[in-house]
């Protein structure tokens, strides 16, 4: 059975840099098109970028070009995001999901509070 | 990118009730579409998938339905457990799109 387990809450200062592992089992990594996802506080959905591990280079939401950064781990099937310049408004829960046809998967989110 | 447009953005229901949401797609999604639910402090749980497929465990009184651009989420007999936001999301496409968000309260 497909799963995504993402990796424990975090607290970081402004400035500061904050990495979200996404462990999966069940899937054919590879080829697997990891997105994450983020929601702030008492806001909506949040599209950030994707990466296919086999492919080539991620994409991501113009919004957080040059603070983000997706890569992934073939040997230990686990995928990250990377964000820096950590500002108050990156609070948010961030989500890894993807598609195997037709349906779409959820890791459970990771809390990043950014607090001084 | 492909704009999401959901509606209503709130909506008041009592248990019993049929209730319809909307979901637009700016451009055809080709039934790339999910539907999810949402408590607070809750990752948003999976409700129907490909616009109209069942998720395993969701209760049948959640159906999809709808084509190309236009897609509706209706719940046939709102339950207390029911009172939640819903999102519909697009995953034709890599850049994925959510709609807005609709709040079912009483």
């Known amino acids: 059975q497909l799963q995504l387990v993402q990796s424990g809450a975090e607290v970081r200062k402004p400035g500061s840099s904050v990495k979200v592992s996404c462990k999966t089992s069940g899937v054919t990594f590879n080829t697997f098109v990891f997105s994450w996802v983020r929601q702030a506080p008492g806001q909506g959905l949040e599209w950030m970028g994707r990466?296919?591990?086999?492919?080539?280079?991620?994409v991501y939401a113009q919004k957080l070009q040059g603070r983000v950064t997706l890569t992934a781990d073939k040997s230990t099937k686990t995928a990250y995001m990377e964000l820096r310049d950590l500002r108050y408004d990156d609070t948010a829960v961030y989500y890894c999901?993807?598609?195997?046809?037709?349906?779409?998967?959820w890791g459970q989110g990771t809390l990043v509070t950014v607090s001084s | 990118d492909i704009q999401m447009t959901q509606s209503p953005s709130t909506l008041s229901a009592s248990v019993g009730d049929r209730v319809t949401i909307t979901c637009r797609a700016s451009?055809?999604?080709?039934?790339?579409l999910a539907w999810y639910q949402q408590k607070p402090g809750k990752a948003p749980k999976l409700l129907i998938y490909k616009a109209s497929s069942l998720e395993s465990g969701v209760p049948a009184r959640f159906s999809g339905s709808g084509s190309e651009t236009e897609f509706t989420l209706t719940i046939s007999s709102l339950q207390p457990d029911d009172f939640a936001t819903y999102y519909c999301?697009?995953?034709?496409?890599?850049?994925?799109?959510f709609g807005q968000g609709t709040k079912v309260d009483i």
């Open positions: 451009q055809n999604i080709y039934g790339w």
């Open positions: 990466l296919i591990p086999i492919s080539t280079a991620p």
């Open positions: 999301h697009q995953y034709n496409t890599d850049w994925w799109t």
């Open positions: 999901a993807g598609v195997s046809n037709p349906t779409v998967y």
